[in-house]
């Protein structure tokens, strides 16, 4: 502590030790290779982490109730097949499957809920079930394979619908972009800038004060476990949309990051507790260096080792922060 002037080192890193990182990352790869910084990586990067914020974004909504939601990367799979398989093999039109794909994933929500909620099972037991329920639905459902254009059926039916343009188009840069952007800007504004949100603190913050304030805090975690489905949902559909087709387990892959994301930004500008901005910002740092990482031609069986260590030290910074 600096005499006098109320400055503190710890306290300063503690707010934008994130920021630190990425700008410390950054420079790094910059200086080791020259293509780093060129505008085609860094959309590159921005791309990356898209899906995996929009997933995040949903996670950061159930921590704020002072819940967890493992079974994001499940609901992403289910979304994924879904949609895909309205559009191949019930040639439905593209309005209808979204719908369709949307509504059905929210059904992981009501399971959850019932869990949860009604049944008063911890967060991490529940979800983790759920989760493991989704992956053998989504498997049973595709056949343990893939669903792409031109593909037969399970029985060997063949089909013959296709994945609209428009749909396609919403995996590609710009619009995944511009939807993650959205997705972040919405969540800052319902946790930070309405009443609902505010609650939803409440809620998590200290669950028993909040009831006994009259808060119907079974309300808002319930519509906490909804909106984190549906954020997942969406990036299910986002997944399907990036490589034009449903793969087995497609989701899985972004579970970790996604957790890891948000828990990162707990510590964003000192607020010590989700947030959206933040989880884009952890989003981010996991981006810079993944990519930086792959430039470098780092195995990819590697890249685990990375973000399980990033998300052991996210960890702990938060839980040693609400210990200190």
Request: proline share 4%.
């Amino acid at each position: 502590m600096k005499r006098g002037t109320g400055f503190s080192w710890g306290a300063f890193f503690g707010r934008w030790g994130v920021l630190i990182a990425i700008g410390l990352i950054t420079v790094v790869f910059a200086a080791l290779l020259p293509t780093f910084l060129s505008p085609s990586n860094l959309i590159s990067i921005l791309r990356s982490i898209s899906i995996v914020t929009v997933i995040a974004i949903g996670l950061t909504i159930a921590l704020a109730v002072n819940g967890l939601d493992l079974s994001i990367g499940s609901t992403a799979t289910l979304a994924s097949s879904l949609v895909v398989s309205f559009f191949v093999w019930y040639s439905l039109p593209f309005s209808i499957s979204l719908a369709l794909a949307l509504i059905l994933s929210l059904s992981v929500a009501l399971v959850n809920i019932l869990l949860i909620v009604k049944f008063r099972i911890p967060d991490l037991v529940a979800t983790l079930s759920t989760m493991f329920i989704l992956e053998g639905i989504a498997m049973t459902y595709i056949g343990c394979g893939s669903i792409s254009e031109g593909m037969p059926r399970l029985d060997g039916t063949p089909t013959y619908g296709t994945i609209p343009p428009l749909f396609k188009a919403l995996g590609q840069v710009p619009a995944i972009i511009v939807i993650m952007l959205v997705a972040v800007a919405l969540v800052h504004i319902f946790l930070n800038h309405t009443r609902y949100g505010r609650l939803m603190y409440a809620t998590g913050g200290n669950l028993e004060a909040a009831r006994l304030a009259g808060i119907p805090v079974d309300r808002y975690r319930a519509l906490a476990y909804v909106l984190s489905a549906l954020f997942a949902a969406v990036g299910g559909i986002l997944i399907a949309s990036r490589i034009g087709s449903a793969q087995v387990n497609a989701g899985a892959g972004y579970l970790m990051p996604a957790v890891a994301a948000a828990f990162i930004g707990f510590s964003f500008a000192g607020q010590g507790k989700p947030n959206a901005i933040g989880t884009f910002a952890g989003a981010v740092l996991i981006g810079v260096l993944e990519n930086g990482l792959v430039m470098m031609s780092v195995p990819y069986y590697s890249m685990n080792i990375v973000k399980g260590t990033i998300l052991a030290l996210a960890l702990a910074s938060t839980y040693w922060h609400k210990k200190h």
